[in-house]
């Protein structure tokens, strides 16, 4: 897997104080992506063990909330192969990090065993251990820069935990529109 950018210190992408992780690779294509030179799997620079361990030690201080993943799609299949075992290393190393991911694949495509493009034997194991999906392709006519953490008015912002909890989608307090910046 190759990645794009790590952010460290980003608070555009989550709640708090975060590590923001770009991974490479997308099959979306989304018309209006912010993000259009990950969609190439060879994008930025290879995952290394090096690359891990900053993201670790990033994790590491008080004041740092937690793990953003975004791409590109961390929710390719081939992605999910080294996004696996990074939160699972989180999950043990520094547990107090809460992990959000961004995906433009529905959470009922990712929950889909049947749907190959996305669901793969990394994908229940990578959900059960992040607190949020902001699920959905970003859709240019829908886009609303009103919203909090999401583009366009189609995507979701999903409490991972009580949504696998209740059996049906729960969407999170954060999944709101950003009244502060109203005149």
């Known amino acids: 897997m190759n990645y ?10 989550g709640i708090g104080c975060r590590t923001a992780f770009f991974v490479s690779g997308c099959t979306h294509h989304c018309k209006g992506c912010f993000n259009e030179m ?22 590491k201080p008080d004041y740092i909330a937690g793990l953003t993943i975004l791409g590109g799609e961390p929710m390719e299949v081939i992605n999910q192969k080294e996004i696996r075992p990074l939160i699972e290393r989180i999950k043990k190393e520094v547990p107090k990090a809460t992990i959000w991911i961004y995906s ?7 929950t889909d065993p049947n749907n190959k493009r996305c669901h793969s034997e990394d994908t229940d194991a990578i959900l059960s251990m992040i607190d949020v999906l902001v699920d959905g ?8 820069l009103m919203l909090r953490f999401r ?21 999170s307090k954060y999944n709101d529109r950003d009244t502060s910046r109203q005149g």
């Open 4 to 13: 794009g950018q790590v952010y460290y210190n980003d608070v555009a992408n």
């Open 38 to 59: 990950t969609w190439d799997f060879n994008y930025g620079e290879p995952y290394t063990k090096e690359v891990e361990d900053d993201i670790l030690k990033s994790l």
């Open 104 to 110: 433009g694949y529905l959470w009922e495509e990712l």
């Open 137 to 144: 392709e970003f859709v240019e006519a829908k886009r609303d």
């Open 151 to 171: 583009g366009s008015s189609n995507q979701r912002v999903i409490d991972v935990p009580e949504t696998l909890k209740t059996g049906s989608v729960v969407l």
